[in-house]
């Protein structure tokens, strides 16, 4: 049974620092800002196997450090996620979403509807871009 709710930013961390980062030292995946996000879960029966959180401001929201279990990459639990950050954000009268996408993961946003912008960067040895979807 899969079930996408709320859960407590401490509860993204392990999987965050497994997938996004894992050389790196834990405490270095939490964002400033995690006390004044939203944190969203999904599980298959009682496993986290997907996360995201999501920080709106004013008509737009930008959504971060989405990270899927490496062994349940492929299996459709991120997109289920992110649709469902999709729908929540029209719900919520949300205009623009966005996030600083890898540059490697961009095809998979782009069947969601997201486009690039000319907003690129690298951090961490990864090359990211803007990605937007209008809503």
């Known amino acids: 049974m899969i079930s996408i709710q709320p859960i ?3 509860q993204a961390w392990p999987i965050r620092h497994k997938v996004m980062y894992p050389e790196k030292d834990f405490d270095d995946i939490k964002l400033p800002l995690d006390s004044e996000g939203l944190h969203f879960g999904l599980f298959d029966h009682d496993q986290l196997i997907s996360v995201v959180s999501y920080f709106p401001d004013g008509n737009q929201a930008q959504f971060r450090k989405f990270a899927t279990l490496e062994e349940k990459q492929g299996s459709g639990y991120g997109g289920k996620l992110l649709q469902f950050i999709i729908d929540y954000s029209k719900s919520a009268g949300i205009k623009r979403l966005w ?3 890898r540059k490697n993961a961009v095809g998979f946003y782009q069947k969601y509807g997201f486009t690039e912008t000319n907003r690129t960067f690298n951090q961490d040895g990864h090359e ?5 979807l209008g809503l």
């Open 99 to 101: 996030c600083n996408a």
């Open 8 to 10: 407590e930013a401490k």
């Open 128 to 132: 990211f871009v803007i990605i937007e």
